[in-house]
C-alpha cells in the first residue's frame, strides 16, 4: 500500500538508496545533511516522501528557516532533491508529493533553486509556482581603468572578515560555517559589503558563484575590483550571479546562463527574496 508521509529523521536510512539514484557521486555523510536541523526552527520533519509498505520510493526534502524580510518574520521552506522511482510516476506519488508541499504555502514561502527540466517545471507552474529566475550572469574578470582609482580591501581572512560584521551578518556566517562556502568583505573608508559565495562550475568554467549581499551599493561600486581581484585570488574563471541580484545593472563584460528558480507566496515577491541563503545550494556540495 502507498502512503505519503512526513520524512523524520530516522526515515534516512529508507530513503538514502533513492538519493543515491539521484546522485551516486554524493557521500553518505552529505546526503544526511538534509536530515538535519541546521538553523532551527520547530519543525520535527525534512521532507515528505512516499513508502510503499516500508520501501522508499519517493522524496522531497525540505530546509526549513525563519528570515526577517522588510521587517517582518517570514518562514521560509527550500524545496530539495525530488526524486521518484520510474516505475512509481504513473502512479501520481511525485504529484501525491508535491502536493503536501504546497499545502504549506499558507504559512511558508516556498522556494526552489534547482527544480529540474521543463518537464517538472510544469508540473510546478501548474501548482501556482512563479519564476523567481530564469538567467544567471557569469561576470568576467576584465581589467579596467578603474582597478586603478577606485580602492577598496577585499578580506578573505576568517578573523578580519568576523571582525567587520554586524550582527545580522555575523548571524548568517556562523549559520553557514560548516558549508563549503566562501565568505569575503570589501572594506571601504566609511563602510563594507559582506558576500556568501561558494565555488561551482558553468559551461565547464570553474566558477564563484554568490548566493549572498549584503550592501549591494557598495557591491556595484566596486564591482570591477571584486570580479577581477576575487578571480585572481581563487584562480577561477568568474563570478556567477543570479539576475535578480543585479538589481536591474547592465554587467558589461557577463555571459547569460540559463538557471530555473521558482517560488510560491502568498506573502513575498520576486524582489523580496534577495539570496540563497539557508538552502541546498549552500548546504549541498554540488551545483
Same mark, same amino acid.
Given at each position: 500500500m502507498l502512503t505519503?508521509?512526513?520524512?523524520?529523521?530516522?526515515?534516512?536510512?529508507?530513503?538514502?538508496?533513492?538519493?543515491?539514484?539521484?546522485?551516486?557521486?554524493?557521500?553518505?555523510?552529505?546526503?544526511?545533511?538534509?536530515?538535519?536541523t541546521h538553523y532551527g526552527g520547530s519543525e520535527d520533519y525534512f521532507g515528505y516522501a512516499a513508502f510503499d509498505q516500508n520501501r522508499a520510493v519517493g522524496?522531497?526534502?525540505?530546509?526549513?528557516?525563519?528570515?526577517?524580510?522588510?521587517?517582518?518574520?517570514?518562514?521560509?521552506?527550500?524545496?530539495?532533491?525530488w526524486i521518484v522511482k520510474k516505475e512509481y510516476r504513473k502512479e501520481g506519488v511525485g504529484l501525491s508529493i508535491l502536493s503536501e508541499v504546497v499545502s504549506l504555502a499558507n504559512n511558508y514561502t516556498i522556494t526552489g533553486l534547482n527544480p529540474g527540466n521543463k518537464a517538472v517545471l510544469s508540473a510546478y507552474k501548474s501548482f501556482g509556482y512563479k519564476e523567481l529566475d530564469t538567467i544567471s550572469k557569469i561576470l568576467l574578470p576584465v581589467p579596467t581603468l578603474s582597478l586603478l582609482f577606485n580602492k577598496c580591501s577585499i578580506e578573505l581572512n576568517p578573523d578580519?572578515?568576523?571582525?567587520?560584521?554586524?550582527?545580522?551578518? &555575523? !548571524? =548568517?556566517?556562523?549559520? @553557514? &560555517? !560548516? =558549508?563549503?562556502?566562501? @565568505?569575503?568583505?570589501i572594506k571601504t573608508k566609511d563602510n563594507y559589503c559582506y558576500f556568501i559565495a561558494k565555488k561551482?562550475?558553468?559551461?565547464?568554467?570553474?566558477?564563484?558563484?554568490?548566493?549572498?549581499?549584503?550592501?549591494?551599493d557598495v557591491f556595484f561600486e566596486f564591482m570591477p575590483q571584486i570580479r577581477f581581484l576575487v578571480c585572481l585570488r581563487l584562480g577561477i574563471l568568474g563570478l556567477l550571479m543570479d539576475e535578480r541580484f543585479l538589481m536591474g545593472h547592465n554587467i558589461k563584460y557577463s555571459i547569460n546562463c540559463s538557471v530555473r528558480r521558482i517560488f510560491l507566496s502568498n506573502t513575498l515577491g520576486r524582489n523580496d527574496i534577495t539570496d540563497n541563503l539557508y538552502t541546498e545550494l549552500l548546504i549541498l556540495p554540488v551545483f
Amino acid at each position: 500500500m502507498l502512503t505519503v508521509r512526513k520524512a523524520k529523521a530516522e526515515d534516512f536510512e529508507a530513503i538514502y538508496p533513492l538519493l543515491q539514484e539521484m546522485d551516486s557521486s554524493l557521500a553518505k555523510s552529505d546526503w544526511q545533511q538534509l536530515f538535519v536541523t541546521h538553523y532551527g526552527g520547530s519543525e520535527d520533519y525534512f521532507g515528505y516522501a512516499a513508502f510503499d509498505q516500508n520501501r522508499a520510493v519517493g522524496f522531497m526534502g525540505l530546509i526549513f528557516s525563519e528570515r526577517l524580510i522588510r521587517g517582518k518574520p517570514e518562514k521560509i521552506c527550500n524545496m530539495s532533491t525530488w526524486i521518484v522511482k520510474k516505475e512509481y510516476r504513473k502512479e501520481g506519488v511525485g504529484l501525491s508529493i508535491l502536493s503536501e508541499v504546497v499545502s504549506l504555502a499558507n504559512n511558508y514561502t516556498i522556494t526552489g533553486l534547482n527544480p529540474g527540466n521543463k518537464a517538472v517545471l510544469s508540473a510546478y507552474k501548474s501548482f501556482g509556482y512563479k519564476e523567481l529566475d530564469t538567467i544567471s550572469k557569469i561576470l568576467l574578470p576584465v581589467p579596467t581603468l578603474s582597478l586603478l582609482f577606485n580602492k577598496c580591501s577585499i578580506e578573505l581572512n576568517p578573523d578580519i572578515v568576523r571582525r567587520c560584521l554586524n550582527d545580522k551578518d &555575523l !548571524k =548568517f556566517y556562523h549559520d @553557514h &560555517l !560548516k =558549508f563549503r562556502c566562501l @565568505h569575503f568583505v570589501i572594506k571601504t573608508k566609511d563602510n563594507y559589503c559582506y558576500f556568501i559565495a561558494k565555488k561551482t562550475k558553468r559551461k565547464n568554467m570553474p566558477l564563484a558563484e554568490i548566493h549572498y549581499i549584503s550592501n549591494f551599493d557598495v557591491f556595484f561600486e566596486f564591482m570591477p575590483q571584486i570580479r577581477f581581484l576575487v578571480c585572481l585570488r581563487l584562480g577561477i574563471l568568474g563570478l556567477l550571479m543570479d539576475e535578480r541580484f543585479l538589481m536591474g545593472h547592465n554587467i558589461k563584460y557577463s555571459i547569460n546562463c540559463s538557471v530555473r528558480r521558482i517560488f510560491l507566496s502568498n506573502t513575498l515577491g520576486r524582489n523580496d527574496i534577495t539570496d540563497n541563503l539557508y538552502t541546498e545550494l549552500l548546504i549541498l556540495p554540488v551545483f
